[in-house]
């Protein structure tokens, strides 16, 4: 059996440490703010995310773009030629192009190297909850589990990945059209937190309207713990969009409730990178488990 890579984008929003830890290579992604474009790497090279949160804060606007099918086959060459096979888990094709531009380019690296294989999985699923199927594709090979095994399987369990999250700033979900002019002017006067998750679709879909952001966050939890799957003791992922205060909050309160229902999960804080943080802006909070169902 070959052994193989496993290959995400940046729009799985882990820190730098796991994805040393866990042996994953993640290709970056681009965006545009303040003038300027940046490469998303973890490391934050580029551009500090405190910096680009506050550029966001100032009323800069920042754009994002998909992987194109040249930047993916540069990335990937390397790999494939140091004899390795590829399984790459992409961002959800409900949200982005870019899982079709990997598509193209294993059609097109497979002609040149007839040798190897190429499996690509559509996540569906957003910032770290694409990052916890990345982890479960880390546990599968770490199980011994062979290329074509790990990417039918990830198929499977990628609907039992949960997202809630709830956006602070009404404004970016006005810019990105996903709230409409009315809708935001009434929340904002109301002081509205939506709160928010990702379908079978891979889709964003508004599921809650809470009064101030304390009530967003305890819904956070309350949805996470309804139907929580106790079978394993998976992990448990919390990003933010530059509110490390708030995410440490709903740690807390996730603790609690894990310890009052018998949940074994050990939680990691993470940041949401700028290519999802361009569209839910400064002060998202996000929270990633697995349920028996999305």
Avoid at 131 to 140: I, S
Avoid at 272 to 290: N, R, Y
Wanted: with cysteine.
């Amino acid at each position: 059996m070959s052994d193989y890579v496993i290959i995400s984008d940046s729009t799985c929003d882990l820190t730098d440490e796991l994805v040393k830890d866990w042996n994953i290579e993640i290709q970056p992604m681009t965006f545009r703010v303040n003038g300027n474009e940046y490469k998303n790497y973890f490391d934050e090279r580029e551009l500090p995310l405190k910096e680009f949160y506050d550029f966001m804060r100032q009323g800069q606007i920042a754009t994002t773009a998909q992987l194109n099918v040249i930047d993916v086959e540069d990335f990937f060459k390397p790999y494939l030629e140091k004899g390795l096979d590829i399984l790459c888990i992409a961002f959800s094709s409900g949200l982005s192009g870019s899982y079709n531009a990997i598509r193209l380019a294993k059609d097109e690296l497979l002609e040149q190297y007839p040798n190897r294989k190429i499996c690509v999985v559509d996540s569906l699923c957003a910032s770290a909850g694409e990052g916890l199927l990345v982890y479960q594709a880390v546990c599968n090979k770490n199980n011994n589990m062979s290329l074509e095994e790990n990417a039918n399987h990830l198929d499977k369990f990628k609907f039992k990945i949960r997202h809630w999250f709830t956006v602070d700033d009404i404004d970016t979900l006005k810019r990105g059209g996903r709230l409409s002019n009315a809708s935001a002017f009434v929340a904002k006067a109301l002081k509205i937190k939506p709160v928010l998750n990702v379908d079978d679709e891979g889709h964003l879909k508004a599921i809650y309207k809470k009064i101030g952001r304390k009530m967003a966050i305890r819904q956070l939890v309350d949805s996470t713990i309804i139907d929580y799957d106790k079978t394993q003791d998976y992990i448990t992922l919390i990003s933010h969009g530059d509110c490390l205060e708030d995410a440490e909050y709903l740690k807390q309160l996730l603790e609690d409730a894990y310890k009052k229902n018998d949940i074994n999960s050990k939680i990691y804080i993470s940041k949401i990178g700028p290519v999802i943080g361009a569209h839910s802006g400064p002060g998202t909070l996000a929270l990633f488990t697995v349920g028996s169902k999305r």
